[in-house]
């Protein structure tokens, strides 16, 4: 049991005088829920027999604690590892929007709501993953290609850079940074760096990005906001700042009596509180709005001239090749969907832009080196490479970067282990060169005895 500051348990009883108790006790002495979100587009589903996590159809609690390091399929983006709270971005997002839209994460790493937000989305919605700190990007940035979707742009920019974008957005999320009173429970930094004036500093920071990224949400837009926290300061008194400074109505979210979430405490707003005490799941707070007025989204003028075209090579291994234009950053070239090439250009003008549609390739001369990205990618023709399928032995082998024995056609081979894809090995007969990124490899030389089974 880990001991909690008597100042923040005064705060929890002033929060909810009948149910403190329970409250910290839940922190303190119960055992985090482990749960994981399947990627339906890559045809896969939940478990027969599995627990389901009940706001978020694609979402399921796993009997312990699996080792995901060593799995495959997490490698291969065929799911998510998300705490079951913050599965409750999927059931908003399918009740308030119904038609395609461009979707800001404003706050996005490590991706779990921007992937819930691709998954949930209706189709050819544009998504732009942003995250201000450059290591956390990068995570962000690795995520999102895990997961496949080409229509993602990923950024690491302030939200005062994004602000300008003015009435560029349908929704915007604003999962802030917060005190983190919600992550106490699995991580005990939490509770040794929580103090009133964190809280304080932490609310005063929230406002500001708020008001900063205001600008891009347009007329009618929706805000959804969001903390990993408890109390009132970062929750409702920031909902309460959006609907009279900002100017926004509150909206309700449909959600059932079984799910025992907690409204919003002293606040004309709705809000809704996940708390370890009720929920299967970690402390969470979130609040939708719909900004005052109506009003169509604006786009920023960008001359055709200034959208570079380069060769045809490798649009070959894409399945709709007329769908995409191709771009080329530095050595890169990269396939970007024609009908968000404006807005990825744009982007590109004014933010720091680390991801866009599809990375294809390395162009290395008149040769290309097909990228990790396209193996990774929905998008990529099926049938644009030979697979090769290793055992869970090889496949291990293969993630952590090592050279590796396989039987194909000589050339660039996507290495797949149980149909999942894992990326490219160039084949060169009597050993394959691992094309595995090293950033992304396994570091730990440990191989479990059996492919561990989440799915």
Known sequence: MMNLPEVFLEQLRGLLPDEWERLAGAITSSEPSVAVRVNAARGVAVPDGARRVPWCDQGFYTEGRPSFTFDPDWHAGRYYVQDASSMFISHVIRHFVHDPVRYLDLCA????????????????????????VPPRARVLADNVIRWGAPRCVVTSNAPAQIGKFTHFFDVIAADV?????????????????????LVTQCAQRQRE???????????????????????????????????????????????????????????????????????????LFMAVFRKDGNAPRQDFRIKEKNIKKVDEMGKKWLSAPEAFILDQQGDLSIAVPQDIRREVAAMR???????????LATVMGRKLVPHHALAMSLARAGDAFPTCEVDYPTALRYLRGESITIDAPRGYVLIACDGAVLGFANNLGNRANNLYPKPLRILSTHTPDAHPTVI
């Open 109 to 132: 790493a490590p991706g779990g709501k921007t992937t819930a937000a691709i998954q949930a989305l209706p189709p050819q919605s544009l998504v732009v993953a942003n995250e201000i």
């Open 349 to 359: 003008d004014s933010l720091n832009v680390l991801h866009a549609g599809v990375e």
């Open 177 to 197: 940074p917060c005190s983190g009173e919600g992550m106490m429970r699995k991580d005990a930094e939490a509770v040794s760096q929580w103090s009133p004036d």
């Open 209 to 283: 990005i708020l008001k900063d990224v205001w600008q891009a949400l347009r007329p009618g837009g929706l805000l959804i906001y969001s903390t990993c926290t408890y109390n009132r300061q970062e929750n409702e008194e920031i909902a309460d700042y959006v609907l009279q400074e900002l100017g926004a109505t509150s909206l309700e979210v449909p959600i059932e009596a079984s799910w025992n979430i907690h409204p919003a405490i002293g606040s004309d707003a709705h809000g809704y509180r996940f708390m370890p005490h009720r929920v299967d799941g970690e402390g």
